[in-house]
Every structure is written in C-alpha cells, then in structure tokens.
C-alpha cells in the first residue's frame, strides 16, 4: 500500500528566506506526484504536480519540486518565502490499480512565515 | 459551475441521527472523489466514481457510509447512525478523467454532538 511521509509539521520561517518541505513516498510503481496548498480559509489547491520527464518542476507562485526516484522523495522548495505563503502544504502521491486512482495525502506541513 | 462545491459547508448532528453530504463537481468531469480529513492530519481516500459507476469504496471505514453518483454529476455521501468520531472535515474533488488533477471544492464540515 502506497504511504507518504512529510517530515515537518511545523515550519516558521522570516520572510525571503529560504523554504524546503521534505515528502518521502513508499510506493514502487508509476507514480504521479502533486504538492497541494491549502491557505487560511479556503480549499485545497494545486501548487505543482510531476507525471513524468524533467524531475525538477516548476509551480505557481515560485514553488518548485525536485522528484529523486532513487529516494522516493519529492521535496518542495521556494528559494524566498513571503508572509502570503503562510498555509498548510500537502504531498500526495498517486498510484493507480485498474482503472482506479487515488491520492494518498501526507499529514501536511504548517507553514507560518513572519514579517 | 466554476468549481466544485459542496453542501452543507457546516452540518452539526446529534449521534444517531443520518446525514447526507451533497457534491457538486466541475461539469463535465468524470472523475469524482470523496476524502475525510481530521483534524491535523492529512485527506483520507474514501471512495472514487467514474460517471455513476462507483469504482473503489476501498476507504469507507463501515458499512454506516455510503455514496452514490446516479447520474454520473452529482454525488451524495451518505453516513447512517452517526458517531462522534465521524467529526471530520468532508472533502469532494473532480477531474476530467481519472488520471488528471483534482479540483478540490470547499469542504464540509461535520460535528456530531
């Protein structure tokens, strides 16, 4: 069964610096990749996704991932955080069995940024 | 409509009593998904629907949830004699097919008392 672990729970970080969120993933397979945002008061949202091809993917917003298969990792990065990028972020790789597929959330890193 | 959207946003019960949750996805999309989230922690997998045929219940915890998609657009998830540890946030998502990206609506919220 597929698993997915985001090592920080809580980041707090100054604005313009420096931002990684670690996601590691079990599952052996073809995988697609997505990192999800969700901001204070609305609903999840896409930030990036990687399907195949460059493993280095670009986002919105500045955010980019870097998908290393040799470590089951897919890690968000932002070279400068700004206060709007206080929100909650969510990796959730996605294996498909048949014609199913469904995604498999971490428990999600807080991140608070301060002026 | 412009994004999914889901009915009740808030929904308090009192224990035993059933609840229907209503799911309203991007037209046009075939792909339909249903996720619970508790507090702090990440969106769970429930169950997952191309047009009305439901094609993975695997994640409904008991036979109290169900959900249905009759006419391959709106979807209903439904919880029977509900308990205080189904509290959680209901979350519903749509993609154009089963392998594209999901559009999460707004979620709703459930407490019951």
């Known amino acids: 069964a597929q698993s997915v672990s985001q090592h920080n729970h809580h980041v707090i970080l100054s604005e313009a610096a420096s931002l990684e969120l670690g996601c590691n993933y079990s599952y052996g397979g073809t995988v697609n990749l997505f990192w999800y945002v969700q901001y204070p008061g609305q609903h999840l949202q896409l930030l990036l996704k990687?399907?195949?091809?460059?493993?280095l993917v670009k986002g919105i917003k500045g955010f980019e991932a870097e998908f290393i298969k040799s470590k089951f990792s897919f890690n968000l990065r932002k070279p400068s955080v700004q206060w709007s990028d206080t929100a909650e972020y969510f990796c959730a790789p996605r294996s498909f069995t048949g014609t199913a597929s469904k995604l498999t959330f971490g428990t999600g890193t807080r991140l608070q940024v301060t002026l | 409509g412009a994004g999914v959207s889901q009915s009740p946003r808030y929904k308090v019960t009192k224990r035993g009593q059933d609840v229907a949750l209503r799911c309203d996805p991007i037209?046009?999309?075939?792909?339909l998904y249903w996720y619970r989230q508790a507090l702090g922690q990440g969106p769970e997998f429930l169950t997952y629907f191309n047009y009305e045929a439901q094609q993975d219940k695997s994640g409904l915890p008991n036979d109290r949830f169900s959900a249905e998609r009759p006419e391959g657009s709106i979807s209903t998830l439904t919880i029977q004699r509900t308990e205080q540890r189904d509290s959680a946030m209901y979350r519903c998502?749509?993609?154009?097919?089963?392998?594209?990206?999901?559009?999460f609506g707004p979620g709703t919220r459930l407490t019951v008392l």
């Open positions: 990687y399907f195949s091809g460059d493993p």
């Open positions: 998502a749509s993609s154009l097919y089963g392998n594209n990206e999901q559009f």
């Open positions: 037209s046009g999309h075939v792909s």
